[in-house]
Nanobody, 124 residues
């Protein structure tokens, strides 16, 4: 499975941005897909995950009121909607996929496939 993240850019605080992760390859639709972010000088952190069929999802508590994850199964694109962006959202955002249950994406890390990142910068 290959993952291609896009949609990053510069946004003012309070603005919105939608990131996309296009999943391709054999059985790509069978994978749970998540988003992580890494700010400068910090470790990569979990943001959100959605199940292979889009029926279940989870968003980190720290951004739950502003971020939404969704999935277009026909196109096999996973979206991360960022609303009311804050400067602390500035980071490189990565999408990741696992063939296992979505609940394992932060636990069984050797089964996680990673895409390249997309930079999000929020200006104050």
């Amino acid at each position: 499975v290959q993952l291609q993240a896009s949609g990053g850019g510069l946004v003012q605080a309070g603005g919105s941005l939608r990131l996309s992760c296009a999943a391709s390859g054999r059985a790509a639709s069978d994978y749970a897909v998540g988003w992580f972010r890494q700010a400068p000088g910090e470790e990569r952190k979990y943001v959100a995950v959605i199940s292979w069929n889009g029926a279940a999802s989870d968003v980190a508590d720290s951004v739950k009121d502003r971020f939404t994850i969704s999935r277009d199964r026909a196109k096999n694109i996973i979206y991360l909607q960022i609303n009311n962006a804050k400067p602390e959202d500035t980071a490189v955002y990565y999408c990741a996929a696992t063939r296992l249950s979505m609940d394992t994406i932060t636990i069984i890390t050797d089964k996680v496939l990673w895409g390249q990142g997309t930079q999000v910068t929020v200006s104050s």
